[in-house]
């Protein structure tokens, strides 16, 4: 991988990663296997025991998916990194990996909701306790969310849906105050917009079903260590600096040092959890990687574009969009997201529910769909579909108002679907 250390980052979503030697094929290969061939029982002995590289089992490692592992960290500028088979996988490997019964985690309100109902619902049931903070607290009212059997902190870079921007740099400082790591999902920014381990995150985590495959085919998530976290200052990880009795008694820190988070989460979660992803996917997650940037400046490019226009129409009451100088993130996200903002659009239909369910169903390019964060454009009305057992006041408390229209702007040419938006928004 050193040989691709100094190149930008464009050129890294191409060509880190599988690297051929002679005669080798130039794209990287599906290893569709899930068994591995040694030529002696003491090689497979020494692989069992950690001292030697290789693949055991496909549930734990496969070439494929490690070539792709590779360029993620390259990416992000990680020592390491871990695919998982969805992004909820990865988030709850990278809370699980370091926190047990007993204990707390400190995580932004802002998240995407599929990740609280995992930490406040799910977790809660393995005992692990969730305390949300908002970002209008000051430093010492989150601070007093801390204590003893606090674990790590949480928050996304660009929050979905709510298109926040977490202002990573104060956060890591606050979580490293108190001696814990700070965790980032970085979904909606990809590292293109955004490199959280350069403002101090510790860790990155990804569901890459979004922008990083991008054509909305695969499933799957990644978790990306920075390897800068000290686990043995406080005395606060001893799954990490204490032996693993499961593992022969294996100390992660002792063992591999900087890289001891991510070799944990592979060798003993994703031993015992089995929530890999398949080599196919790990294939194609990877044809999504190399048009990455591309696609990012295009989609970044298109959604200012639309949320500048839907801001200057009469018949749009509201548009939240981050890049907007009136929005009040512009400030974060001139400083996190130099390059752009990525596709996502959310805004209001003058004339509420009614008005904003004919807009969707007048729309011909844009295509109705849950998704989000894929070359082509879609939209989604959560108040009728995701929320749509909530009341009107139940919606407004969780950020999600009756009127609220949530765009994902595709690479699609811009004139074509401004044209389409401006075509639905006649009919109403
Ligand atoms: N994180 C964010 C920001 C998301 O938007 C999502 C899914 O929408 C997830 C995590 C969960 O990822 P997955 O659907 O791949 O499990």
Request: charged content about 20%; aromatic content about 8%; glycine content about 8%.
């Amino acid at each position: 991988m050193s040989e691709f250390k100094d190149y930008k980052i464009d050129t890294k979503c191409i060509q880190a990663g599988w690297d051929p030697k002679n005669s080798e094929p130039r794209v990287l290969p599906i290893y569709q296997s899930t068994t591995f061939k040694y030529d002696s029982s003491e090689f497979l002995g020494q692989l069992f025991d950690l001292e030697s590289d290789g693949h055991m089992y496909t549930r734990i490692s496969n070439p494929t998916v490690e070539y792709v592992e590779r360029k993620i960290a390259a990416l992000e500028g990680g020592i390491g990194a871990l695919c998982t088979s969805s992004g909820q996988a990865a988030t709850l490997i990278s809370v699980f990996n370091i926190t047990s019964a007993g204990q707390n985690i400190i995580a932004s309100a802002s998240i995407y909701g599929g990740t609280i109902n995992l930490l406040a619902v799910t977790m809660k049931r393995m005992g692990i306790e969730v305390r949300f903070f908002t970002p209008d607290m000051t430093d010492d009212e989150i601070s007093a969310l801390f204590d003893e059997n606090t674990r790590l902190m949480f928050g996304e870079t660009l929050a979905n849906p709510a298109m926040t921007v977490f202002d990573i740099e104060r956060f890591a400082k606050l979580a490293h105050k108190h001696g814990v790591p700070l965790i980032v999902d970085n979904t909606f920014a990809t590292p293109i917009l955004c490199r959280p381990f350069e403002f101090g995150a510790d860790i990155v985590i990804h569901s890459t079903t979004k922008y990083m495959d991008g054509h909305a085919t695969v499933v799957g998530g990644v978790i990306v260590d920075s390897g800068n976290f000290d686990w043995s200052a406080g005395g606060k990880y001893p799954e990490l600096t204490e032996p693993d009795e499961s593992y022969h008694g294996v100390v992660y820190t002792e063992k591999f040092g900087r890289a001891a988070y991510i070799v944990k989460a592979r060798t003993q979660l994703m031993r015992d959890l089995g929530s890999s992803p398949q080599p196919i996917a790990a294939f194609l997650l990877n044809l999504g990687l190399e048009t990455l940037a591309v696609r990012m400046e295009r989609h970044s490019k298109n959604g200012l574009a639309v949320a500048q226009h839907l801001a200057a129409h009469p018949k749009i009451s509201w548009v939240n969009y981050p890049l907007l100088p009136d929005s009040p993130q512009y400030a974060l996200a001139k400083k996190y997201l130099p390059r752009g903002a990525c596709g996502v659009v959310s805004f209001g239909v003058a004339g509420g529910r009614e008005a904003a369910v004919r807009f969707m169903d007048s729309l011909q390019l844009a295509k109705i769909v849950v998704h989000v964060a894929d070359a082509r454009t879609s939209v989604l009305h959560p108040a009728s579909t995701t929320h749509r057992q909530l009341t009107d006041t139940q919606l407004t408390e969780c950020g999600i108002t009756p009127d609220l229209v949530r765009m994902s702007v595709g690479i699609e040419d811009i004139d074509d679907i401004i044209a389409d938006i401006d075509r639905a928004l006649a009919k109403i």
